[in-house]
């Protein structure tokens, strides 16, 4: 058995084309090896460089975050500060809206009327591309029902009439009723909606 497996090799060796693939296959086998372990390298020097530059990242971070928390903090409070000037100036627009025409109402008021409610309110509006409010001003009151209608008319007739910087604007009536609470119908209660011209934000 020996000698038979000894003549298998020398004729192997003496056979060049199986030598030639002995060597192809131990060379491929080398190459492919080869290629193994360089990619092996090349992953593990990645992720060295993934790491190191994580660690620098992190090392960055722990250095800039007190400035970035303290800047954030500031722009909070600029928020709020930015915040708190608008409603400042929206209630000082409110305020000296509510004043002046308070001031024309108290001249307006006939003798025949007894006002009961004026009510100042506002909503939120853009005007030609600007930030600005909308103010509504109603009247409520009372007055004798003879004539109520025509007393009425004339109320908001002198109204209109005020200067617009200082007017009442656009002036319709809401309602007029007889007071059910007064005997006889003595009295009516009526209530007067005027639409304000629109303040922008200064």
Request: charged content about 25%; some cysteine; hydrophobic content about 45%.
């Amino acid at each position: 058995m020996n000698a038979h497996i000894n003549l298998l090799d020398i004729g192997e060796r003496r056979n060049p084309g199986i030598m030639l693939m002995q060597k192809a296959l131990g060379t491929g086998a080398l190459a492919v090896i080869a290629a193994v372990v360089l990619y092996g390298l090349f992953a593990y020097f990645l992720m060295a460089e993934a790491r190191g530059r994580l660690q620098r990242a992190e090392v960055q971070w722990k250095e800039i975050k007190p400035s970035y928390e303290l800047a954030e903090k500031q722009v909070t409070a600029c928020r709020e500060l930015e915040r708190m000037r608008v409603e400042l100036a929206a209630f000082s627009n409110a305020q000296i809206v509510a004043s002046g025409r308070l001031l024309q109402l108290a001249y307006c008021v006939p003798e025949r009327v007894q006002l009961t409610e004026v009510g100042l309110s506002h909503s939120l509006k853009v005007d030609d591309g600007k930030p600005a409010r909308a103010y509504e001003l109603k009247i409520a009151g009372r007055t004798a029902t003879a004539g109520s209608a025509a007393c009425l008319e004339s109320f908001m007739q002198t109204l209109r009439a005020v200067p617009r910087e200082e007017g009442f604007g656009d002036v319709k009536p809401l309602g007029l009723h007889v007071d059910p609470r007064v005997e006889n119908a003595r009295e009516s209660l009526f209530e007067i909606q005027c639409l304000l011209d629109t303040r922008r934000y200064q």
